[in-house]
Nanobody, 124 residues
Framework: QVMLVESGAGLVQAGGSLRLSCAAS????????MGWFRQAPEKEREFVSA????????NYADSVQGRFIISRDNAKNTVYLQMNSLKSDDAAVYYC?????????????????WGQGTQVTVSS
């Protein structure tokens, strides 16, 4: 069983930066493909970014491309989401997710394990 715990929640001004962390336990991070999703009030949970377990190939939603960076530190069993140039539309609960396959996936049901979520608030 994989457990994921997100951290890094906070309030940031528009244009600012924030880094989220997701610590994994129960399995080594190198065996998992990791993703970040987010959900704003009254909206569907949407894909943000993912990083593969092998080569570390990354993928981003168009809305965050060029502003967000996903990375992983297998030695620390932690995946990160560096968020820059934040906008009010980025405000949401951010969820870390993991899947056993190596292929990067952008759909919720492709992921086997989920964290509890961490709140990101952006003030204008």
């Amino acid at each position: 069983q994989v457990m994921l715990v997100e951290s890094g929640a906070g309030l940031v001004q528009a244009g600012g930066s924030l880094r989220l962390s997701c610590a994994a336990s129960g399995r080594t991070l190198s065996s998992l493909t990791m993703g970040w999703f987010r959900q704003a009030p009254e909206k569907e949970r949407e894909f943000v970014s993912a990083i593969s377990r092998g080569s570390g190939t990354t993928n981003y939603a168009d809305s965050v491309q060029g502003r967000f960076i996903i990375s992983r530190d297998n030695a620390k069993n932690t995946v990160y989401l560096q968020m820059n140039s934040l906008k009010s539309d980025d405000a949401a609960v951010y969820y870390c997710a993991a899947r056993d396959g190596n292929i990067l996936m952008r759909t919720r049901n492709a992921y086997d394990y989920w964290g509890q979520g961490t709140q990101v608030t952006v003030s204008s």
